[in-house]
Nanobody
Framework: QVQLVESGGGLVQAGGSLRLSCTAS????????VAWYRQAPGKQRELVAR???????NYTDSVKGRFTIPRDNAKNTVYLQMNSLKPEDTAVYYC???????????????WGQGTQVTVSS
């Protein structure tokens, strides 16, 4: 069974750091673009950061200079390194990935279960 498994959320004080992990497990042929989204209470889900299979990254303006999205292809894992956290970063963070399940097959969109990040002031 193919799935995305997230970990690393928790409670941290403002100014602190957290690293989220998103690991693709199961029978996977390829991992294309991977993104992190977040959704705060009462707000729409928003794109936080994205990395392509070629390593090109983009970030929403509010996290530029504070968050990075490195990937470890050998481990089928993408991280979200979050530094200088602010209370407004509090949200449920979701991993999203386009996965190829076999050679030549269309890419399939997968979502993780979400992990809570809470930043206290």
């Amino acid at each position: 069974q193919v799935q995305l498994v997230e970990s690393g959320g928790g409670l941290v004080q403002a100014g602190g750091s957290l690293r989220l992990s998103c690991t693709a497990s199961g029978s996977i042929f390829s991992i294309n673009a991977v993104a992190w989204y977040r959704q705060a209470p009462g707000k729409q889900r928003e794109l936080v950061a994205r990395i392509t299979s070629g390593g090109i990254t983009n970030y929403t303006d509010s996290v530029k200079g504070r968050f990075t999205i490195p990937r470890d292809n050998a481990k089928n894992t993408v991280y979200l390194q979050m530094n200088s956290l602010k209370p407004e970063d509090t949200a449920v963070y979701y991993c999203n990935a386009l996965l190829g399940l076999s050679a030549g097959s269309p890419l399939v969109d997968y979502w993780g279960q979400g992990t809570q990040v809470t930043v206290s002031s």
